[in-house]
């Protein structure tokens, strides 16, 4: 298939017609965390060595601080009681020398966990795109393609952020609470059990402010989804909202959605921000019953020196502060996962798959057949009835009939963009079901109305038909699609990059390019959409003749609203709600007097069908 975008349609309680209405019914619950968590693990898998290097890095930088912490407090009690100053000057510098160990192992700690972030956001992003290039048709008609990509950047970064930062958190968190623990213990374990007695209270606390949070970092990140959504909406569309005047229309509906991220991420960092000073207070709290216990020991005449409790309240501190960051990186933890829920979500939908034997023979003579053909978008409303045709190689095709008639949703059955409900459709007799869909689209060439045209050169926009053409080959397919003139009066030829989907050029050129992809795709099927509504005569009869030298011995599909072009066709079918009810030559047609005769005869009277 050769030019394959199409133009998606929003129905009537079709959420995108509503880009307000949409945000109702999201879940602001994650609905499967313990999988989410499973999947990123398994992306995290084939990173173990790294990760095995930052566990160790960490539990060095971690022993570092317990044994500095300790070497604090043997400063008290042997040099500055005593008033040894050599002694703690060579401490000193001994402290200088572990300390620098301690710089370098965090940041190498870093380093390794920025690499394993990024290599696996990639590797995400990648298995992600690769997913969204094997999703039905139907997937990019009910979803919108700002909120596809805010998944694909957004929501994978946030993935990258959160592993990126919090992973070492929660290694040497998790290092530093154990280490700070025993080291507690060993010092004097009635100070640890005091100073673990505000442990449940921190925790529960965090639980709480988390539970109070969690839905507003999920609606968050689905607000900015369709924010995005919005925004790539509209601005593709822009020129349609000055032509309308909407402008006041588009910022007061942009500053509705744009109020809802805003009031969503006020809310979940406003509420998460209450974890620090909370946490603040309950460690002031554990800090004075520490002092306040150390105290009553020393006077009731225990072993306890002010240095081993000036050692305790350092050790506590480095026990409390990555207790609370722990906790607190749940908070980020709980974005990322609602982050990459999102990004399963889209991996998780249905794919298009092959049937398991499904033939890779990708060359066809061309012959067509429906046989009987149902089919429907919803279940509610069928499209198309009963469609049976045989088109031989090498034959003309056309299809006529009123708008919404169902003429696109028959030529898209046959490069398989959906799936019949019943019926079949053969190519040289072969059921298309039985036939690998890239083979299909790849022997049936499309030109479509609403031409793709990437920022790339001419050249490359071309050469999309058939990626291993010459620029010979190119060439000569512009020649046939009547192009050639054109592209050669543009500043630089066939170099000329395009830009806004080939905004610098006109309708009926960007047509012409499409043609002359068509031609280099050397398919043995034609679908030609439309392809000469909208230009003037000249351009019309310059595409024409690109029509008529593209067509020679290939079967061709071509719906044409102006039906003087398709007065030569093998077959005219007359189309109406999804049924053919006319079918013949234009002479049989015409002679018969029904349908097609009175769409012809209304269209020469001036009228548009
Ligand atoms: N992706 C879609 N999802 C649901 N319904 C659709 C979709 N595309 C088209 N339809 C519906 O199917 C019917 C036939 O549409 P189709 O685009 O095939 O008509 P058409 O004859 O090509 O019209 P036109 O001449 O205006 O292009 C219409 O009622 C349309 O609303």
């Known amino acids: 298939m050769v030019d394959g975008r199409v133009a998606s349609v929003v129905r009537p309680g079709d959420p995108r017609g509503n880009p307000l209405g949409r945000f109702n019914k999201r879940p602001d619950k994650l609905k499967n965390a313990r999988g989410t968590i499973q999947r990123l693990l398994a992306y995290l898998g084939g990173k173990k060595k790294l990760l095995i290097l930052t566990f160790l890095l960490c539990f060095i930088t971690t022993i570092i601080s317990i044994i500095g912490t300790w070497l604090n407090g043997y400063a008290v009690d042997h040099f500055i009681e005593k008033g040894d100053m050599p ?46 290039q094997i999703l039905p048709l139907q997937y990019f008609d009910t979803h919108s393609s700002g909120d596809l990509m805010s998944r694909l950047t957004n929501d994978v970064d946030n993935i990258n952020m959160t592993l990126g930062q919090s992973i070492t958190q929660l290694f040497s968190g998790a290092v530093s609470i154990v280490g700070m623990l025993a080291a507690m213990l060993l010092l004097s374990p009635v100070l640890t059990l005091v100073g673990l007695t505000t442990v449940p209270l921190t925790f529960l606390l965090s639980k709480l402010i988390m539970n109070k949070t969690q839905p507003f970092f999920i609606k968050q990140q689905q607000e900015l989804g369709n924010l995005n959504g919005y925004i790539e909406e509209r601005i593709s569309g822009q020129k349609l909202i000055i032509l309308c005047g909407r402008e006041e229309q588009a910022k007061a509906e942009f500053a509705k959605i744009n109020k809802k991220l805003t009031r969503s991420a006020i809310f979940a960092q406003a509420l998460s921000g209450i974890m620090g000073p909370v946490n603040n207070a309950v460690n002031n709290l554990t800090y004075f019953m520490l002092t306040v216990s150390g105290a009553y020991l020393i006077f009731s005449g225990s072993n306890i020196t002010v240095g081993v409790i000036f050692t305790f309240i350092l050790y506590m501190r480095n026990f409390t502060r990555p207790l609370n960051e722990t906790l607190n990186i749940f908070n980020t933890i709980q974005s990322a996962l609602a982050g990459a829920e999102r990004v399963f979500e889209v991996m998780d939908e249905p794919k298009e798959k092959d049937a398991e034997q499904a033939k890779e023979v990708c060359r066809f003579k061309g012959e067509i057949t429906l046989q009987q053909v149902n089919f429907s978008y919803t279940k509610e409303q069928g499209i198309l009835k009963n469609v049976s045709l045989k088109a031989h190689k090498g034959q003309t095709i056309a299809i006529v009939g009123p708008t919404g008639s169902g003429k696109t949703t028959l030529i898209h059955l046959l490069t398989r963009f959906y799936d019949i409900d019943s019926g079949e459709i053969l190519i040289d007799g ?9 083979c299909l689209r790849r022997a049936i060439a499309m030109v479509l109305q609403d031409t793709y045209l990437f920022s790339e050169s001419v050249r490359e926009n071309i050469r999309y038909g058939r990626l291993t053409a010459t620029d010979e080959e190119v060439e000569q397919a512009a020649r046939l699609a009547n192009a050639h003139r054109f592209i050669k009066q543009l500043p630089e030829g066939y170099d000329t990059v395009l830009t806004d989907n080939g905004g610098n050029l006109s309708q009926g050129q960007r047509q012409l390019l499409a043609l002359a992809r068509a031609v280099l795709a050397q398919a043995s099927v034609l679908i030609l959409d439309e392809a000469t509504s909208s230009v003037d005569t000249r351009t019309e009869a310059a595409i024409q003749k690109a029509m008529l030298s593209l067509m020679q011995g290939k079967t061709a599909f071509v719906i044409a609203h102006r039906l003087s072009t398709i007065r030569n066709a093998d077959e005219i079918l007359a189309v109406k709600d999804g049924q053919i009810i006319e079918r013949g030559t234009h002479q049989e047609l015409m002679a018969q007097g029904n349908f097609y005769a009175g769409l012809y005869n209304s269209q020469f009277k001036g009228l548009q069908i």
Do not use: F, H, P
């Open 87 to 132: 002694g703690l000057l060579q401490l000193c510098i001994m402290l200088a020398a572990i300390y620098c160990v301690s710089v370098a192992s965090t940041y190498w700690q870093n380093r390794c966990m920025v690499d394993i972030a990024q290599r696996t956001a990639a590797k995400i992003r990648r298995d992600l795109y690769r997913d969204i």
């Open 430 to 438: 072969e059921n298309i079901d039985t036939i690998k869909r890239s």
